[in-house]
């Protein structure tokens, strides 16, 4: 009972001070993430739904993407399909044209999407003309009122991001991935501080910035609370959270997912480390939480990613749309 009694305090307590504008040190952060009991876990989600409301009221915001180039990657992402270095038996096709990808944006709006985002295998764009492609499709997709256009194309310039802005570009996605003492890991070919650059270049630009990472690839509990104090270092927008679903062909393919209770506790702990950013929940969301997607809002999420992710398939967006409204809340 004594236990009982000193956890909820605690997590009450550590609530109190994000409610007030303070914020959990790495301590403190590292006590909630490793909480196992169902009690505490489901006392530490209740606790951030209160933080998710208190800062972003019930409004769920709603992204959608295309894989507008796919497969061919010469990167080696131990979790990526993509990669050209794995035999994933994907379907590869280049660069779709500017009519495919605003015909994706137009449905993505009509299932309540705020967020349409333009994205390319690769580890960068080194073709001016492709630059220039991507820059025409997003000043079309500009044109469609109430969706706002994002692009996720790797390793650029700050140059090139610059084009984009002035295309219409409204947000740059790009990933830490994870912490960065497991980065090499995770990524042999580039390095973690060349994308964190890439991040601080995005937001030199004047774009709205979109980082968070992945998790199940086999890293801590502690990755992923220092990722979480990277990205808040960074001041991003908002906070992607992936969860693995393991491909056959890549180099995780054997990994065990995540448990959903696991997964849960995750979002709540970024939220309580990261109270005022969208905190988005992406990829791998179907496989991994299974029957408890609807957790993931009272755990504290404030967006989710519809429809269909790079190279796996999503769920119905009238899914989603009819579970936040049962919920309460409601797509932004």
């Known amino acids: 009972m004594n236990r009982e009694k000193n956890t909820s305090g605690f997590i009450a307590e550590a609530c109190d001070t994000v409610l007030n504008g303070g914020t959990i040190n790495r301590r403190q952060a590292q006590r909630l993430i490793s909480m196992q009991e169902q009690p505490d876990i489901m006392l530490l989600i209740a606790h951030a739904n209160r933080l998710r409301h208190h800062y972003c009221e019930t409004d769920i915001s709603m992204c959608s993407i295309v894989n507008a180039r796919s497969g061919k ?151 992923r609370i220092e990722m979480a104090y990277e990205l808040k270092a960074i001041d991003v927008d908002s906070v992607p959270l992936n969860f693995l679903n393991p491909i056959p062909g890549t180099a995780l393919e054997h990994m065990t997912q995540l448990p959903p209770i696991e997964i849960v506790k995750t979002v709540a702990v970024y939220r309580f480390l990261l109270p005022q950013k969208e905190i988005r929940i992406c990829g791998g969301r179907e496989v991994n939480l299974r029957t408890l997607q609807p957790l993931i809002y009272i755990a504290g999420a404030s967006g989710i990613m519809a429809g269909n992710y790079l190279t796996t398939a999503g769920r119905n967006a009238s899914v989603d749309i009819q579970e936040i409204a049962d919920l309460g809340l409601c797509v932004q």
């Open 73 to 223: 990657c010469t990167e080696d992402c131990a979790f990526c399909a993509q990669s050209s270095r794995f035999d994933t038996n994907i379907k590869t096709h280049p660069m779709l044209e500017t009519n495919d990808i605003l015909r994706c944006a137009r449905r993505s709006k009509k299932y309540g999407a705020r967020y349409f985002s333009i994205v390319t295998s690769g580890k960068g764009i080194t073709d001016a003309r492709e630059l220039q492609h991507i820059c025409e499709a997003i000043n079309k997709i500009s044109s469609v009122e109430g969706l706002k256009p994002c692009a996720s194309l790797g390793i650029v310039t700050k140059e090139q991001l610059v084009q984009l802005r002035d295309a219409g570009l409204k947000r740059y996605h790009h990933n830490l991935e994870t912490a960065e003492r497991f980065f090499p890991s995770v990524c042999t070919t580039h390095s973690f501080s060349r994308r964190a650059e890439t991040i601080h270049e995005a937001k030199e630009a004047g774009l709205e910035v979109c980082a968070g990472g992945i998790f199940g690839l086999g890293e801590t509990p502690e990755d």
